[in-house]
């Protein structure tokens, strides 16, 4: 899959990474090349527009670091937008680990590798997370579908049911619920039939038998060669039950990776696992950082770049560090810490620099820098003058009065900012004292 995106992609980047500066046509032409890219994919118009937006609103406001090259900094940027639309979630893998009892059901067009599928997970269940689970199959209408996964229980060490002559999608749930109740099991996994979405009938059963079982989650199981075409599927089952997941199969094959490239943005549900095979335990857990990686084939220049772009983080840092054992640390570069949380992890990574303070970290974090606190601060540091960021001791009421006004927040939120202010600069001119442990007692007694 996405070969032939990938080696058009790659050829892209050779040329971009070389380049100094992007200018405005540079960009385009880049943006024009990555749509042409993707549309050949068979990615959806309406994520390849969308896609391309966020990608030309971050390159153009973004700063480049010394040691890289504009060029380098867009691939970055394409990268991480790539990984942001394959969808990086790994909340079911924590619901695995963290739930007593799971239950799934899954979904999908007839061939589109449901029960292969529900074998594997049950495997993967099993062997990786010593669950024991039980497989019910709801597909009446094939005659061999129930067999097939009975057979598949038994060679991954899963349990089944009994099925009956005259049995119906609520008869089976019903046994298979009292089965659940009388024995100790780690989850449950429904097989349906295929359905497609335009069939009002088995879509209505499809809702009465999700309704009845009411699962943890509903996987909608895509054949990743279906291209484009299977989002108008995912969208139809997705207005009937609500999906939480899609399990992407045959990645092994030479698919153009549109589909995979669109379910997201189409479903709103993340991919949480991907079929590579026939064979049992050919599935895996979906990443998208792994799947960017094959596609853009150009890990080496985004590690650089985070490298880069955290050493002269560090670097600014350092300096901030030599103001601050020298008592120079004022508003500017309060501000300056303020920005950066988020990226850097804030002032309590500020403060880790420091030998031993790790501890405090924690505390530092509680004292009003919370998120919401974060962007109130930042106003108000904003709405002072460049004199007053400086030297704060001219801060008269009358003065934080016009502050509160600007930046719209109340007096007591100012004097709350300085307070703090005051209080780390007094930190750390002790720190410069090497009296740590003095530091910490008092820390304790503010916190
Ligand atoms: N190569 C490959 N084949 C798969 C994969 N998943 C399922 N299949 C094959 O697809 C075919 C249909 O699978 P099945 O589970 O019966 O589909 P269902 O009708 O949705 O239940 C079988 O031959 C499977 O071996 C996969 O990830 N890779
Ligand atoms: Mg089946």
Redesign the pocket.
């Known amino acids: 899959m996405f070969e032939n995106l990938s080696s058009r992609l790659t050829s892209l980047f050779d040329k971009l990474r070389s380049k100094g500066v992007i200018n405005e046509q540079v960009l385009s032409e880049t943006l024009r090349e990555i749509r042409l890219a993707l549309l050949e994919a068979d990615v959806a118009l309406s994520v390849v527009k969308d896609f391309l937006e966020k990608i030309k609103s971050k390159a153009s406001g973004q700063e480049v670091a010394q040691s890289i090259s504009a060029g380098q900094m867009v691939v970055k940027i394409i990268y991480d937008e790539l990984v942001e639309l394959l969808g990086e979630d790994n909340s079911f893998q924590r619901k695995i680990q963290s739930q007593k009892f799971i239950s799934l059901l899954m979904v ?1 067009l ?8 529900t074998g594997k997970i049950a495997n993967l269940l099993k062997k990786k997370f010593d669950k024991k689970i039980l497989l019910v199959s709801l597909d009446i209408y094939r005659p061999a579908a129930q067999d ?1 996964l009975s057979m598949l229980a038994s060679q991954v060490g899963a349990e089944t049911i009994e099925y009956l002559k005259d049995d119906t999608p609520r008869t089976i749930i019903q046994r298979a619920q009292k089965k659940l109740k009388t024995e100790y099991f780690d989850g449950v996994i429904y ?1 349906t039939a ?1 359905r497609l979405q335009q069939d009002d009938e088995m879509m209505q059963e499809l809702y009465e038998v999700n309704a009845l079982i009411q699962p943890d989650d509903v996987f909608f ?1 895509l054949d990743s060669m279906m291209g484009q075409d299977a989002l108008k599927v995912a969208q139809g089952f997705n207005e009937k039950i609500d999906l939480t997941g899609v399990v992407l ?5 030479d698919s153009r990776g549109g589909a995979a490239l669109s379910v997201r943005h189409a479903t709103n549900c993340p991919i949480v696992f991907m ?4 064979k049992i335990d ?1 599935l895996e857990f979906f990443d998208a950082k792994r799947i960017a990686d094959r596609i853009l084939d150009r890990g080496d220049i985004v590690s650089l770049v985070e490298k880069a772009v955290a050493l002269e983080n560090d670097i600014d840092q350092e300096k901030m560090m030599k103001r601050m054992q020298k008592g120079q640390f004022d508003m500017n570069d309060m501000l300056s810490q303020i920005q950066s949380i988020g990226k850097m992890g804030g002032l309590g990574s500020m403060i880790s620099f420091l030998p031993g303070m790790k501890k405090i970290q924690s505390s530092m974090a509680n004292m009003g820098f919370a998120e919401k606190e974060i962007s109130k601060q930042k106003a108000i540091i904003l709405s002072m003058t460049p004199q007053e960021r400086k030297d704060i001791k001219i801060l008269n009421a009358s003065r934080r009065r016009r502050i509160a006004a600007g930046s719209g927040v109340q007096v007591s939120d100012i004097n709350r900012l300085i307070k703090n202010f005051e209080m780390m600069k007094t930190m750390m001119k002790q720190m410069k004292g090497g009296n740590l442990q003095r530091l910490m007692q008092n820390f304790k007694g503010n916190a």
């Open positions: 999908g007839q061939g589109s590798g449901k029960t292969t599928t097939q097989d295929g199981v199969t045959r990645v092994d094959g079929g590579v095979g026939e050919q």
